[in-house]
């Protein structure tokens, strides 16, 4: 079965998942789904897992429980990734802060 063919709408969703850094759960039995008109932001204080979430959603961390099911592929993932049908569907920005100061 085709995930796409559950919801057309539904662009990523989370079943049940986890994530893992070291020691670290950033996030555990969740449950989201992510809809192709919903612009999404991922906010919180300076290492609270935003930049390992969006690398995960990305594909390139694995969850350790649970899926991410990605709606967009005709087949889901195997492995770590991205190949060249992932990278059409999602892109990871990564945004840092400088502070410029005068000599």
Do not use: C
């Amino acid at each position: 079965m085709n995930p796409s063919s559950e919801n057309k709408n539904v662009f990523i969703s989370f079943k049940n998942a986890a994530l893992r850094v070291g020691d670290s759960i950033v996030f555990s039995e969740t449950n989201w789904e992510f809809h192709n008109d919903e612009h999404w932001a991922i906010i919180g204080p300076n290492g609270s897992g935003k930049s390992i979430l969006a690398i995960a959603l990305s594909g390139q961390i694995p969850v350790v429980q649970g899926k991410i099911v990605y709606h967009f592929l005709k087949k889901q993932p195997q492995g770590p990734f991205p190949d060249q049908e992932m990278v059409q569907g999602v892109a990871v920005a990564v945004q840092f802060d400088f502070t410029l100061a005068r000599h």
